[in-house]
């Protein structure tokens, strides 16, 4: 009875901070963040410690919605008409972003395994924030038609490195024999097989639409999927992650009406995201945040760094518009569900620093939500893909007199 006035008071807590944060033009993320903040042992103590692992599967579950949703994006036929262009620029910021957090936390005395694991993770972008800019202010553009095919592929290749590197960081962590298998082999079996058994789990939930075709049937096989995939992930030792994003890629591309099936799904999972995010920020150790001021500064640094010139790069080498080169960059430091996500896989894989992970991730978290917007619309401002509300006003009005 506890964990559920527990929930119960981690939703309605995150319902009345999204009306706090709606005025000052801020995700609902940053709300269900702080609300969890406000619930969690050190404020209010609605949520404590001990209710941590009662809440595990649900953070599981929720993941697993998440991953599923990015599978979605990856239908072939977007992919081939958004062209190598969005492609190169999405594979060299995320990599640079990973390589430049590495390297600075590495140089900064921090432990390989806490530098590489938060490196992967900062190669991620939070699409829910950087899309709000962009249908408030009807952005319409180059670098507008560009970015929004980046953020949709760049979680996918976030979660590629972070595939890679925390099987190595657990590695270094336990002082194992760093050698071909445990740093290539083994990882690159773990992403083949998570994307093998969610291929076939996406195949299965192709085949049962063909039989259940009201919404409700189709939900639940989609919830059975999802359910079904996470929990072989967790015996079979795979990713979650990447496994029911495979399950939501294949259907996507297997099934016509499969958007169908994902606008239903949307339609459940938000209520069970808000649980998720209200209770990762009640998790966050205020007592830690003091103490991971350097790691913190030099993450968001290194990584902002990273996205920017990364972008640039990827820009530069597909031969894109200057002013691409220039501004796409800003637009990709919102940071929120899939490095939550990804931090929470880490409290649990690397107990030593997953506290400081999961500390660092939700701290920069909520500075990315509150400054990326804004940085997000400053560049597609000047950009010239956001028209001044004042001159755009006026340019209607003269266009309606002229009509007249």
Known sequence: MQIILCLAAAMICGLLLTRVVKPVHLPNVTGYLIAGLIIGPYCLGIFQESDAAVTDVLTDVALGFIAFSIGGEFRISNIKQVGTSSITITFFQACLATLLVD???????????????????AAATAPAATLMVVRQYHAKGEVTSTLLPVVAMDDAVGL?????SLPISQALASNAALTVTSMLLQPLLEIV??????????LLIALAMRFFHSKVNRISVAVAAVLLGSALASIWNLSSLLLCMAIGAVLVNLRNDADELLEITDAWTPPLFMLFFVLSGAELDLAVVPTVGLLGVVYMVARSLGKYFGSFLGA?????????????????LPQAGVAIGMAQVALNALPEYGTQIQAVVLTATLIYELIGPVITKLALTAAGEIQDSKKSK??????AGGAK
């Open 103 to 121: 390297a600075a936390l590495l140089a900064c005395g921090f432990p390989a395994p806490l530098s590489l694991t938060l490196g992967a993770i």
């Open 316 to 332: 530069t080498i597909a031969k894109s518009s200057p002013n691409i080169r220039k501004y796409l960059g800003l637009t990709l």
């Open 193 to 202: 097989l998570s994307l093998a058994v969610g291929a076939g789990i996406g």
């Open 160 to 164: 590629m490195l972070f595939s890679i």
């Open 394 to 399: 006026a340019k209607t009005e003269q266009s």
